[in-house]
């Protein structure tokens, strides 16, 4: 089983030969507390299971993917505030209520492992992955395998600093990539410009709360050619490009998998803005080999990759 635990919702599949065979998906509402989050998963799980029309001893093994650093070998979430999980034993307690052996695996590790098993790195072998959203996450494939570093918790390539003395970041550093090129970071720009008057079409529809500016939101402004939301996306993407920059110096990747719900809304153009960055700013012995693609699962991606790093790892 792949089961994907995020901020807003959970998804744990039954997957069979690396194709899912049923899905269950359920809010998390973390605001209810970590028992009650730890509850849904048990059932969220229990429930594919009997969708799957299977019986708990035929699932050999569950990878539950999590946002937030992890003690992967000793099977604890670390810390993640936002759900309420911190030194949370999460592999102990379910292999205790469910009976069956339990991998913890970083979400953006498992995303990006499903693009390179079944989705747009497919094929590939060394690949960067970057998600833009809330912060922007971050996957590495290095040789066909995840690289997951010394204590298991590689790859947080949203925090890298390209702008020193640039705007705070959510980890407390100024002028992360996340703080700059995130959907967070678009939205605090917007959210300024438009309670200054700038883009009244967004105020319209958004007005000052910081909630209501979503991806689509974006997107719409910029197709209607909304100039100052237009700036702010070029400027976003000039920025993320930067990023996959450092990533081809650094990692000499053939692919970049761009994903994520800003990604997928602003679509092609966005992603051609990022790689004329990219190649403007990265090594050209390096770069001139670099192709980059729009992610392809969506919401499949962690559940799949998740079950695929079981299937790579039985033994
Ligand atoms: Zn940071």
Redesign the pocket.
Known sequence: MGVDLGGTKMIGAVVKDGEVVSRCKNPTDPGEGPDAVFDRITATIEKAIAKADVLKEDISCICLAVPGPLDRDMGIMAYTPNLGFVNFPMKAKLENALGIPVFLENDVNAGTYGEYKCGAAKGFRHIIALFPGTGIGGGIILDGRLYRGASGNAGEL??M?IQTGGAL?????YG????LASRTALSKDAVAAASAGKAPSVFERSGSDFSQYKSRVFADAYEADEGVIRRMIHKNAYYLGIGMANCVNIFNPEVIVLGGGLVEKLGEEYIRRAEKSMRKHALDTLVKDVTVVEAELGDDAVIRGAAYILLDNME
Do not use: K, M, R
């Open positions: 949203g925090h600093i970041c959510g980890c407390g550093q992360c990539l996340e703080a």
